[in-house]
Nanobody, 121 residues
Framework: QVQLVESGGGLVQPGGSLRLSCAAS????????MGWYRQAPGKQREVVAH???????NYGDSVNGRFTISRDNAKNTIWLQMDSLKPEDTAVYYC???????????????WGQGTQVTVSS
């Protein structure tokens, strides 16, 4: 079992910044990739950003240039720095991780419980 604990959500005014963090723990031999997804009311969950174990990153079109994902492999932790926030960034943000529990075992996908981000004046 892998646990993902997110923190850092909250209420911020348009143009402001927030920093989310996600720490992975549990049965982890290796982490292939971690990332952030978000889901707004009435909408499908969408990818925000991904980062691989080699620090390769990719971003959703709507956040590219405003959000930055980073990771600390030694701490199994990722962060999402969100700048120039817009009301349309309002959503529940979920952490995601693809991990291998032991050598030779298949990868598993885990999700955090989600953290609310609200951008409003």
């Amino acid at each position: 079992q892998v646990q993902l604990v997110e923190s850092g959500g909250g209420l911020v005014q348009p143009g402001g910044s927030l920093r989310l963090s996600c720490a992975a723990s549990g049965r982890i031999f290796g982490i292939a990739a971690m990332g952030w997804y978000r889901q707004a009311p009435g909408k499908q969950r969408e990818v925000v950003a991904h980062i691989s174990s080699a620090d390769n990153t990719n971003y959703g079109d709507s956040v590219n240039g405003r959000f930055t994902i980073s990771r600390d492999n030694a701490k199994n932790t990722i962060w999402l720095q969100m700048d120039s926030l817009k009301p349309e960034d309002t959503a529940v943000y979920y952490c995601n991780a693809m991990t291998r529990p032991a050598p030779g075992w298949p990868m598993t996908t885990s999700w955090g419980q989600g953290t609310q981000v609200t951008v409003s004046s």
